[in-house]
């Protein structure tokens, strides 16, 4: 939930110091910024003794990242951290960086397109606690000096913003302990692995790793990721910023669950949102939305929205757009793609679809198709405006044609209830009375070749069936009358939403 107004001793007049409450224009942080982010196929080769040649791929995929993060949120959140030491970030500024993307990066911070988050520092220009290039520190002093950047604490007080601290370290700690917990059909969707391997995973690894977070939280109170990496995931002998991972087929897909529980703590407890690279598994995969029902009090409710919030934006923008949109495009290509009209008409499409969320407002289906089709539209409009500002490699592809479908899932079957391609039903009768069922929202690309692989998907709560079979009739039935939307033949109309420019090659 959006954490309370706090008093600190922060001037009226300083409007460079802020906190959550603060922020304007759908504020994000993006997982591939962390320095232990790797594509899943990069990090299964840091488990391989040889010396290894592929820090280039890792720094060119998140510098995509980069690029793709400031297109598709108004404000990107960026622990001050990752700005010294990751070099995506520092090598716009450091000694030797080129004079336009320093340019570009310094408009950047001062339209406040990217607000540092200081954990417990007092300035953007605070010599950290860490290990720092000399150079690299003295080169973002004197850019923190000429643009003095806006820069983000929960609280300006010390007090209140160590106690918040302590509060992200225990929602880490109490989700790793449930990790293990996870749906496993779920999980392995989530993850792109075999049902067997995820089985095996949550007997093995998952439940020793869960077993120690859950052990050590009571004993000392104290897991952090470090902690974790190096009892299960880092090469003994190494540290964990080495990035040298251990053998075993469980040891990368178990290191992602963990930083991506990681990477949401902070926007979660924040209220913003959290953008995860199209390589590496959705935030859905997390659950989050599982086990809040009607009975939850108020402040469960609303931290519970604007997880559904988060969960659905990231749902979004992996539909949308995938790893090569703005591979090729320069930060002063950025700059001037935020200034254009398109950008401004897509984001604000967007936010009517993600912020605009509430309890009371919750858009019928013919206005968040409405809804969609806008955000879609602007979509395209703006990917046109980045191949025009980057150059002919800008913004990749030719076109693509996102669907959606509603799926039904419990014990034994699974029902495709709604389907922009088709409607298909299967498994009908094998479902026990009073099964447990998932409803699914999914995004995936009509004509990819690869379109499961694509694939993005909201789970909602679990809810309850009566009698299976008369239910889930019903319900069919319910969206073949859907104000005729679908025809007679099955089919549903064709949409303009569903036209987008597509992001691969």
């Given amino acids: ?67 793709r993060a400031l297109v598709n949120s108004g404000t990107l959140l960026v622990n001050r951290a990752f700005l010294l030491n990751n070099p995506v970030l520092n090598r716009h ?88 917990e996870l749906d496993p059909h779920r999980l392995a969707e989530g993850l792109g692995l075999p049902r067997e391997q995820v089985d095996d995973m949550r007997r093995t690894l998952l439940r020793e790793v ?53 990477n949401t703590a902070l926007p979660t407890l924040g209220g913003a949102n959290a953008h995860t690279p199209p390589q590496s598994p959705p935030r859905s995969v997390l659950q989050e939305l599982d086990g809040a029902g009607p009975e ?49 008409a897509y984001t604000d499409a967007v936010g009517r679809l993600t912020t605009g969320l509430s309890w009371d407002r919750v858009p019928d289906a013919e206005e968040f198709a409405e809804l969609t089709r806008a955000a879609a539209r602007s979509h395209a409009q703006m990917l046109r405006t980045a191949r025009r500002l980057g150059g002919p490699a800008a913004g990749r592809g030719g076109p693509r044609s996102i669907v959606t479908d509603l799926v039904l899932q419990a014990p034994g079957m699974t029902v495709t209830v709604l389907s922009e391609d088709n409607l298909v039903l299967a498994g009908l009768g094998v479902a026990a009375a009073q099964a447990p069922l998932v409803a699914r929202l999914v995004f995936r690309d009509r004509f990819s070749p690869a379109a499961r692989s694509l694939s993005h998907s909201i789970t909602f709560p679990t809810m309850r069936l009566g009698n299976a079979k008369s239910d889930l009739d019903d ?28 992001d691969e090659e």
């Fill in 93 to 180: 500024y450091a000694p030797g960086c080129d004079p336009g993307e320093r340019a570009a990066l310094a408009a950047l911070l001062d339209e406040r397109a990217i607000i540092p988050y200081l954990l417990y520092e007092r300035s953007a220009d605070e010599r950290p606690a860490f290990t720092v290039d000399d150079g690299v520190f003295d080169a973002w002093t004197e850019l923190v000096r000429q643009t003095r950047p806006a820069c983000l604490r929960y609280s300006w007080d010390d007090g209140a913003n160590s106690a918040f601290t302590a509060d992200t370290n225990r929602f880490f700690a109490e989700r790793v302990a449930r990790v293990h």
């Fill in 210 to 262: 869960a077993a120690f977070a859950a052990g050590a939280e009571q004993d000392t109170g104290q897991v952090t990721r470090s902690t974790v990496y190096q009892r299960f995931l880092t090469r003994e002998g190494t540290l964990p910023h080495e990035r040298l991972l251990r053998e075993g087929d469980h040891v990368v897909p178990v290191k992602h669950l963990v930083d991506l529980v990681y």
């Fill in 1 to 67: 939930m959006p954490p309370p107004h706090v008093t600190d001793d922060r001037s009226p007049d300083d409007g460079t110091r802020l906190g959550f409450d603060d922020l304007p224009d759908a504020p994000a942080f993006a997982q591939a910024l962390d320095n232990q982010w790797m594509p899943p196929d990069l990090a299964a080769e840091r488990q391989d003794a040889r010396p290894w040649e592929g820090t280039d791929e890792v720094d060119a995929a998140a510098g995509a990242e980069l690029r």
């Fill in 296 to 344: 939850a009090d108020p402040e469960s409710l609303a931290r519970l929205l604007t997880t559904f919030r988060g969960v659905y934006a990231d749902t979004l923008y992996r539909a949308l757009d995938g790893p090569n949109s703005y591979t090729d495009l320069s930060l002063r290509a950025v700059v001037r793609l935020r200034a254009s009209p398109e950008w401004r």
């Fill in 475 to 502: 319900i069919v039935r319910l969206f073949r009358e859907d104000r005729g939307r679908v025809h007679a033949d099955d089919r549903v109309a064709g949409r303009p939403s569903d036209q987008q420019v597509n």
